[in-house]
């Protein structure tokens, strides 16, 4: 039984930053695509970051590359992201996902089968 669950949300204002987590059990950690995903109100879900198996290989979103950092603590089950420098229109909920391959991240949401329950990002 696959289960994800977030933490690390939060309010804060502008150029600050905050740390999401993300606790994974009930698959090896170190064999699927992991990744952050997000939604504002009244908009599509997008990708933020995604992380290959292996812990090395990043993607991440035009608009948040440089400010956001993404990595995995594959001891301990859990994927990071670090966010620094926020700015208003980063207000979403958050979400982190997998991917059942160790080979292939995709960038779509669609893609991804297993997702934790959100955490709330408001940044004024």
């Known amino acids: 039984h696959v289960q994800l669950v977030e933490s690390g949300g939060g309010s804060v204002q502008d150029g600050g930053s905050l740390r999401l987590s993300c606790e994974v059990s009930?698959?090896?950690?170190?064999?699927?695509?992991t990744g952050w995903f997000r939604q504002a109100p009244g908009k599509e879900r997008e990708e933020v970051a995604t992380?290959?198996?292996?812990?090395?290989?990043?993607s991440y979103a035009a608009s948040v590359k440089g400010r956001f950092t993404i990595s995995k603590d594959s001891a301990k089950n859990i994927l990071y992201l670090q966010m620094d420098s926020l700015k208003r229109e980063y207000t979403a909920m958050y979400y982190c996902?997998?991917?059942?391959?160790?080979?292939?991240?995709?960038?779509?949401?669609?893609?991804?089968?297993?997702w934790g329950q959100g955490t709330q990002v408001t940044v004024s």
């Open positions: 992380i290959y198996a292996g812990g090395v290989a990043t």
């Open positions: 009930g698959y090896s950690f170190g064999t699927y695509c």
């Open positions: 996902a997998s991917y059942d391959s160790a080979y292939v991240c995709p960038l779509d949401h669609q893609s991804y089968l297993y």
